[in-house]
């Protein structure tokens, strides 16, 4: 079992910066993949940026901005140059990968979202 816990979030103006941080506890593998989606209000919960062994990808939206690293257990989300549209409930996420019985199976476990608004 996986437990995620957020924090970081606030109230910015357009053009400042916030840090999310996510803590995991439980079992926890170098090689599970962590990530932020977010969440505006009325609207599907979208991918922001993921990292696994390393390698990290961002949406197109993100990229030149945020940027995701993880110490340990802990993932976190740098993000500069805030903009009004970036305002969204942000959620941390891990996927534990495996196989079994020659079928890939994987667990996503979620944090309970954390708050980020950027005014004008």
């Known amino acids: 079992q996986v437990q995620l816990v957020e924090s970081g979030g606030g109230l910015v103006q357009a053009g400042g910066s916030l840090r999310l941080s996510c803590a995991a506890s439980?079992?926890?593998?170098?090689?599970?993949?962590m990530g932020w989606y977010r969440q505006a209000p009325g609207k599907e919960r979208d991918l922001v940026a993921t990292i696994r062994a390393g390698y990290t990808h961002y949406v197109d939206s993100v990229k030149g901005r945020f940027t995701i690293f993880r110490d340990n257990n802990t993932v976190y989300l740098q993000m500069n140059s805030l903009k009004p549209e970036d305002t969204a409930v942000y959620y941390c996420?891990?996927?534990?990968?495996?196989?079994?019985?020659?079928?890939?199976?994987?667990?996503?476990?979620w944090g309970q979202g954390t708050q980020v608004t950027v005014s004008s």
């Open positions: 439980g079992t926890i593998f170098n090689e599970n993949a």
């Open positions: 996420t891990l996927r534990h990968g495996y196989w079994r019985d020659s079928i890939y199976y994987s667990d996503d476990y």
